[in-house]
């Protein structure tokens, strides 16, 4: 359970974009989902804005939280 950690912004914007990405791959007539999509991947500095990127994008985020919060600790 070392990856939950709702206190941290970087773990809640990959949470939100798996949420999108996955929003995205079951709704993707919706305009307003795929707009937002389109407006995290570019605040991440990407310009894909597939489902599969924003997905990926977020794991990448929560794994990168967790990283920083393990290197603070002292605990690597």
């Known amino acids: 359970?070392?990856?939950?950690?709702?206190?941290?912004?970087?773990?809640?914007?990959g949470v939100?974009?798996?949420g999108t990405g996955g929003g995205v791959?079951?709704?993707p007539d919706s305009f307003a989902l795929t707009e937002?999509?389109?407006l995290l991947a570019m605040f991440a500095?990407?310009?894909d804005a597939s489902?599969?990127?924003l997905v990926f994008l977020g794991?990448?985020?929560v794994g990168l939280g967790?990283?920083?919060e393990r290197a603070l600790r002292g605990q690597e």
């Open 1 to 13: 359970m070392r990856y939950i950690r709702p206190l941290s912004l970087t773990w809640w914007s």
């Open 16 to 18: 939100l974009a798996i």
């Open 25 to 27: 791959m079951v709704a």
């Open 36 to 38: 937002f999509g389109r």
């Open 45 to 47: 500095g990407s310009g």
């Open 51 to 53: 489902p599969a990127a």
């Open 59 to 61: 794991s990448g985020l």
């Open 66 to 68: 967790d990283k920083f």
